[in-house]
Structures are given as C-alpha cells and as structure tokens.
C-alpha cells in the first residue's frame, strides 16, 4: 500500500492521518513537538488546542454548528474526540484538552499502518504524496522549504493583520452610501459612512480608551513594524487618522450633497455584497470593543459581524493562487497542504481541511474525481474561498456570508440561519450518497 506523508501532529494533520488510515494507507505522521516546540503550544500531545479551549457553538443554526453537522456526516474523529472529552460550557463545545488530545492519540494508535515520528519535517520530497498541515506557527525552515516548492516569496504570508468583516445587511442603508473617491471606479465597489465632527470624536475618544488583546512575546515587534493597527496610528494624534484611512477627501453624499469631516469606506467581500470590510482597519481590539466601537460609525451602530480584525502571526498560503479547490499544491498534484495555513481559520475548520484534503488525496490516488461539496455546505464555500481568484486574499472562518443567497429571502435572521443550515445538511447529505468513497 502507498505510503503518505503527514506534516503536523495537529488539528488538521490528524484527522486527515485518520481519514487516510482507515482507507488502508501506510501514514508516517511528522511533528515535532517533543523535540522541537512552537512559541504557543504547551505539551507534545497531537491536536494540542492553542487557545481557548471552545469550539464554538453547537447550534446547528450557526455556521460554526452547522460546519460540526458537515464533519459528523463525514466521519470527522477529531470531532468525536471532542465530543468525547466534553465539559459544560452551555451551547458551546468546550472541551478538556488533554483529554481531548489523549483520544486522538489512541485513536490513531487503533491502526497498525501509523507511524509517529517526532520530528522535525524539513526537506519536502515531491515524489511522496504528502499533505502538509504545519499551522500557523510552521517551523521556520520548513516555511524555507515552502516557499522553494511554491516559487515566490509572496505566497506565504507570515502574519495576519486583518481588518472586521462586517454582513451586508446588517448595515444601516438609511445611513451608508455608495461613492468611489474622486468618482474613480464603480460607486457600487464601496459604501461610505460619513462622519460630522462631533461624530468623529466620540469615535476617535472611544477608539484611543479601548482594551486591546494580548500579543505573544514573540509577536510584539515584528507585527508592528509591517501592519500598523487602527488604534496605534490613532495614538499618534487625532488627525493622523483623518489624513489616513479615514480621509474624507473626494467623497461626497449623492443622496444628499453632503461632505464629511470623516469617512470609513467598506468594501464588498464578495461580489454579492453580503459581507463587506472595513478599509484599513486592521485591528488589535478584543473582540467585545469591536463590537462597542465600531458601533460609534454611523450605519454600523447593529453590525454584525462575520469576522474579527485581528493581529497575530499567522503563516498562511496565497492560496487563490497556489492551491486548488482540493487543496492541492497547482503545480504538484502530489502534494497537498491542510489547516490554518491554506487560509481557513479555526479549529473547526482546520479539522475539516484536513478531513476534505485527506479526502481528495486518496481520490486522485486512485484517479477518482474530486470531493468538492456544494457551494451550499460550509465546507464546499470555504474550498471555494481559499480557491477563487482573490487579490486580497485573507483567511476566513465558517460563516453564512459565504454561502449563496437561499432562493426564498428569509427576513427573520435566526429563521433564516436555520434555513442555511438546513439546506447545507440536506445538500451534504446527498453529495456523500454520491460521491463519498
Ligand atoms: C496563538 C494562536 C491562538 C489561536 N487561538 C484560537 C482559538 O482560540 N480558537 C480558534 O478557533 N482558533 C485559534 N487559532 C487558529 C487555529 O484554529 C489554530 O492555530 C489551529 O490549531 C490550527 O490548526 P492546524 O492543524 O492548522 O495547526 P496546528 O494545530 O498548530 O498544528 C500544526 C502542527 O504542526 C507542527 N509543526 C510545525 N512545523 C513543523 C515541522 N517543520 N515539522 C513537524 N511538525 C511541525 C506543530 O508543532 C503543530 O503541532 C489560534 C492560532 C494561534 C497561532
């Protein structure tokens, strides 16, 4: 039997060591922890959580409980284990994490075809189909090694310094406005929410008195040399700020003829507008002070929010251009990549890259066709969005904004979620009876 190549004792890395060994693969599971530690993990044991040890909602009307019901149909172990070591944290799946770790360990160890090797992977050999799910803390000569196999230093992407992401129609329309500055480009590409003077210093006091989130030692200096966060430049005076993304310069109201002392521009994350990012916003707030600050920008005052701005080290693929919708490498179909480094973000959804680039490796090893759920489930939109031509391109976790308007508008926003959930199950249901092999 062929023998397969994992990289990373993680999230992703063992549930796709398990997906493969229980389709009868020889796996040698490369991590090195145990010799070699990362700055944020803490033991040696696989699928090590980092963080917080919740795994978001259960509720299958959230995205992130409805990615849990994809991963269940599919046979996800990691998220057994998770079940398995449960503790209560009201809807949430908290679990205890050594617990949790020891049951993908024993999982694994279930099978006489793996092999664990506590090492560190450095030298990628392409004649080996390997999967490599390394995280966002991947050893600094294996990203060496990457960045040789992918061919151009800007593809790997060593931090992340990301902006909110905000739904579409969570916006106060009355509020925001179409414009594009100096009339430069399509008015629909952004809308605009303008600020009078008093208006932009309740922001501008309420931004430079928020609470931030604890960076890593490691993180401190680098980040903010290459990726200066809203409220850092703000510190430096309340102009600075106005002069930069918040320049009101070129813009006016046509509904109203109006001009601004500030402006936040949002631009469309997608082309059907249903989520939408605010430029050059990059942040290091709590995600509790997004919510309460940027709620001072007039039109944003219920936003909700699909993604939080955040400011860590994050070594993530511009995968739009280097990986395929199976998260294969485009220029070397034997090697595949899973987790937080092809551009998801999350645990669950690491697990799930894991479990679909698992999947798609042993389809192409017995020349079977791709496994690619609908655009309606959460795992086929999130394989779409680290995919599709993207020039921006930034990591994104399970959310509704990124599945297809559902053919009847729900105005109710819970009911509308259910639905969401709902059509993502039945469709996943019926592509497994299909094409799960
Ligand atoms: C500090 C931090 C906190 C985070 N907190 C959260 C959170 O609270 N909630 C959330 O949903 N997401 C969080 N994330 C994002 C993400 O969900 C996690 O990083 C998740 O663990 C990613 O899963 P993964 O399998 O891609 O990587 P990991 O789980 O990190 O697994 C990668 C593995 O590869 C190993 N490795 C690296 N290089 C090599 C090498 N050269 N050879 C062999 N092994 C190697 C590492 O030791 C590691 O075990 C956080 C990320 C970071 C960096």
Same mark, same amino acid.
């Given at each position: ?11 992703? @890395? ?20 145990? !010799?070699? =530690?990362?700055?944020? +993990?803490?033991? $040696?044991? &696989? ?11 259960? $509720? ?10 994809? &991963? ?5 172990? #990691? ?25 993908? &360990?024993?999982?694994? =160890? ?30 600094? $000569?294996?990203? !060496? ?70 960076? +890593? ?130 645990? #669950?959804?690491?697990?799930?890259? @894991? ?19 609908? !655009? ?8 779409? +969005? ?40 039945? $469709? ?10």
């Amino acid at each position: 039997m062929t023998t397969i190549n994992i990289v990373g004792g993680g999230l992703a @890395g063992s549930e796709a060591c398990y997906q493969l060994l229980k389709r009868g693969y020889n796996v040698r599971l490369y991590e090195m922890r145990g !010799v070699k =530690n990362t700055p944020c +993990h803490e033991t $040696d044991g &696989l699928a090590e959580l980092v963080c917080s040890n919740s795994l978001k909602s259960m $509720d299958k009307s959230t995205a992130s409980g409805a990615l849990k019901m994809e &991963l269940e149909l599919l046979d996800c172990m #990691v998220l057994r284990c998770c079940y398995e070591a449960k503790v209560p944290a009201g809807g949430a799946l908290a679990v205890n994490r050594m617990q949790m770790s020891n049951a993908v &360990l024993r999982e694994l =160890n279930k099978f006489e075809n793996f092999e664990l090797i506590r090492s560190e992977f450095i030298n990628i050999d392409t004649q080996i189909p390997t999967i490599i799910a390394s995280g966002p803390l991947t050893s600094d $000569d294996l990203a !060496v090694s990457i960045n040789k196999l992918i061919g151009d230093d800007n593809n790997l992407h060593f931090y992340d310094a990301v902006a909110p992401i905000i739904t579409g129609d969570s916006l106060d329309m009355d509020k925001v406005f179409e414009a594009v500055r100096y009339d430069k480009g399509e008015p629909g590409d952004y809308l605009n929410c303008g600020m009078n003077r008093d208006q932009y210093k309740a922001f501008y006091d309420v931004l430079i008195s928020s609470k931030r989130a604890n960076l +890593h030692e490691f993180e401190k200096g680098e980040i903010f040399e290459s990726c200066m966060p809203i409220e850092v430049m703000a510190e430096r005076g309340a102009e600075t700020i106005r002069y930069g993304m918040m320049k009101p310069v070129g813009i006016t109201n046509p509904k109203t003829g109006e001009k601004y002392h500030a402006i936040v521009q949002l631009r469309k994350e997608n082309v059907e507008g249903s989520a939408y990012n605010l430029v050059g916003f990059q942040t290091n707030l709590t995600f509790s002070e997004q919510r309460r600050v940027f709620a001072f920008i007039p039109g944003l005052e219920n936003a909700e929010f699909i993604r939080y701005g955040v400011i860590h080290r994050n070594t993530f693929l511009n995968s739009p251009k280097v990986l395929t919708e199976t998260y294969a490498l485009k220029t070397n179909p034997n090697i595949y990549f899973a987790g937080q480094i092809t551009g998801v973000e999350g645990y #669950v959804e690491s697990i799930m890259s @894991g479990l679909i680039s698992a999947i798609n490796l042993h389809n192409s090893l017995i020349n079977i066709s791709e496994f690619l759920p609908p !655009v309606t489930t959460i795992c086929g939109a999130l394989q779409r +969005h680290i995919s599709r031509d993207n020039v921006n391109f930034q990591p994104m976790n399970a959310n509704f904004g990124i599945l297809p308007d559902l053919e009847v508008r729900i105005r109710d926003k819970k009911l509308r979620k259910t639905e969401y959930s709902l059509r993502a199950e039945a $469709d996943m249901i019926e592509y497994i009876k299909q094409n799960l092999v």
